[in-house]
């Protein structure tokens, strides 16, 4: 496995998993009405200063998911993780690779001092997954969101460099 730059013949993939209820059900924004066009215009705006946006491949460079850095801020040294993973690559450990390898590049390309991500507070799968990844609870905000027309806990999660370099 390894991260590159997403490119146009991953979309189908992408759409895949956007239109997968089973694997975005948890997800804040619904990406069940994400078209071809609107995939395309986000896989060509996928990496900038504030934002970057890798495909996890397999060997055959087939896509299996996408692992991101949002909201970058140079100044604070921090920026938003969020990942999303196409069902058959579900327990292949191609999420944590990825999660690996999106920390190694905030934290040793970018500079980074905080990595952090939030979840909804029924995605129990997600939450042990990111524990297991390295990051701190940090704190709830309550009844925070809407989805699926039921208000959702939200749940903060982050990384700090050093707390990084200790699970070398």
């Given at each position: 496995?390894?991260?590159?730059?997403?490119?146009?013949?991953?979309?189908?993939?992408?759409?895949?998993?956007?239109?997968?209820?089973?694997?975005?059900r948890f997800f804040?924004?619904?990406?069940?009405?994400?078209?071809?066009?609107?995939?395309?215009?986000?896989?060509?705006?996928?990496?900038?200063?504030?934002?970057?946006?890798?495909?996890?491949?397999d060997d055959t460079?087939?896509?299996?998911?996408?692992?991101?850095?949002?909201?970058?801020?140079?100044?604070?040294?921090?920026?938003?993780?969020?990942?999303?993973?196409?069902?058959?690559?579900?327990?292949?450990?191609?999420?944590?690779?990825?999660?690996?390898?999106?920390?190694?590049?905030?934290?040793?390309?970018?500079?980074?001092?905080?990595?952090?991500?939030?979840?909804?507070?029924?995605?129990?799968?997600?939450?042990?997954?990111?524990?297991?990844?390295?990051?701190?609870?940090?704190?709830?905000?309550?009844?925070?969101?809407?989805?699926?027309?039921?208000?959702?806990?939200?749940?903060?999660?982050?990384?700090?460099?050093?707390?990084?370099?200790?699970?070398?």
């Open positions: 496995m390894r991260l590159r730059l997403l490119e146009n013949k991953d979309i189908g993939y992408i759409l895949e998993w956007m239109h997968d209820p089973a694997v975005n804040q924004t619904d990406f069940s009405t994400y078209t071809e066009e609107k995939v395309r215009e986000f896989v060509a705006g996928s990496f900038s200063d504030t934002a970057r946006h890798y495909a996890c491949v460079d087939e896509y299996l998911g996408t692992v991101s850095l949002k909201n970058i801020n140079y100044a604070a040294g921090n920026a938003e993780y969020a990942v999303s993973f196409r069902k058959n690559a579900h327990g292949t450990g191609a999420s944590f690779f990825a999660t690996k390898e999106i920390l190694r590049i905030a934290f040793e390309e970018l500079g980074l001092n905080r990595v952090y991500l939030n979840v909804i507070g029924s995605n129990q799968r997600a939450m042990a997954f990111y524990k297991k990844a390295g990051f701190i609870y940090e704190g709830t905000f309550r009844r925070h969101i809407l989805v699926n027309e039921v208000l959702e806990d939200l749940n903060w999660y982050g990384i700090l460099k050093d707390e990084y370099e200790d699970k070398g």
